[in-house]
């Protein structure tokens, strides 16, 4: 009798146990939108565009010093420092909205191919190489490459001694206007200064631009699925299908893999809100709130591509003719990643995020 109560006491206890561990709600995942977006304006936004200005007028300041003193380590030097600039320039590219778009600072910094013979005509011209004559020119005079072009030359390495006063005099303007234009992204985006910090921070919340956070949110995928198209199937693709090296991206300096390499990189910081000294709310975090295996994915297909990328072990204009495999893997790997961040990213994005 003693044994069956107290089997009964049992039983109704586990019974118990049970009733309440049905009847607990789960807790409500914490609402981290409003901190993604913060920290994604500084660590992604901020920050870069703080230091591509820092990065451009290093490198202005040494073109001005080699122009008035061309020596071999002044070049090297203005090379290096072309190659650092741009690097930040390629891995913002995965954020390529805001100012840099409605401002058209884009196609004013990064047009290419340069248009040579119209170059030529004007380092041949009488005219006065200053800010107001650059911002008229056509895009595909002015920005990364035509100063690419001067630092390294076309086909052979630039020498020193084979500057003349005209296009030391245009690399003076050409890096003096990339500074000014650099300079005012870091403007539009410095929390103390500029108000699309703001505007893109308070989405949802009273920005008058961003109405909805979910519009923010699929600003910074759109982005990042924008610069993974433009990769795969313009700056890798066009150049591959039609072998045409002529449209190839920064071919002077032989940079064009480190460019495509670092534009693919871009996406993996802005998905991750994350810099070389900070690590913030990202979607990441809100990837891996609602569907833990995507944020796998996506990470996974990032490897995918830069790996692809790595595996092309010769100059991106020497690859398309004599690496064909793997630049069409390369093409595939970051289609993927593109093709996982718009079928899935997004929706869950749209699912989850509603104002």
């Not at 500057?163 to 992204?185: C, G, M, P, W």
Request: hydrophobic letters at 40%; aromatic letters at 10%.
């Amino acid at each position: 009798m003693k044994s069956s109560i107290k089997f009964l006491f049992m039983a109704l206890f586990f019974v118990a146990i049970l009733t309440a561990c049905k009847e607990k709600t789960p807790e409500p995942m914490p609402d981290i939108t409003q901190a993604i977006l913060i920290d994604y304006s500084n660590n992604i936004s901020m920050h870069t565009y703080t230091e591509l200005a820092l990065a451009s007028d290093q490198l202005h300041a040494d073109i001005v010093k080699f122009s008035l003193s061309p020596t071999k380590v002044g070049l090297e030097k203005c090379q290096s420092d072309w190659k650092s600039t741009r690097a930040i320039w390629e891995q913002s590219e995965a954020s390529l909205f805001g100012p840099v778009s409605t401002n058209s600072i884009d196609p004013r910094i990064d047009t290419w191919p340069i248009d040579f013979n119209r170059l030529d005509s004007i380092l041949k011209s009488s005219a006065v190489f200053n800010q107001m004559y650059i911002e008229q020119l056509e895009e595909s005079l002015k920005g990364f490459h035509p100063i690419e072009y001067l630092l390294f030359g076309r086909g052979t390495s630039k020498q020193f001694s084979k500057f003349d006063n005209r296009q030391l005099e245009y690399l003076v303007a050409l890096s003096e206007n990339l500074k000014t234009l650099t300079a005012s992204l870091k403007s539009d985006w410095d929390v103390n200064a500029g108000n699309f910090y703001t505007i893109f921070s308070s989405a949802g919340n009273g920005s008058t631009l961003y109405t909805t956070k979910r519009a923010a949110f699929e600003e910074i995928a759109n982005a990042m699925v924008g610069i993974c198209d433009e990769v795969a199937n313009g700056k890798i693709g066009e150049v591959f299908t039609t072998l045409d090296s002529n449209k190839e991206e920064s071919p002077f300096a032989k940079n064009s893999l480190t460019d495509f390499t670092n534009n693919i990189n871009g996406v993996l910081y802005a998905y991750q809100s994350k810099n070389k000294i900070a690590d913030g709310n990202g979607l990441e975090d809100f990837v891996r709130q609602h569907n833990l295996s995507l944020d796998g994915a996506i990470k996974q297909k990032h490897g995918s591509a830069i790996a692809a990328l790595n595996n092309i072990s010769m100059p991106f204009g020497e690859a398309i003719h004599l690496q064909p495999i793997q630049v069409q893997n390369a093409i595939d790997a970051i289609n993927a990643l593109k093709n996982e961040m718009e079928t899935n990213l997004l929706p869950l994005i749209q699912l989850h995020i509603k104002s």
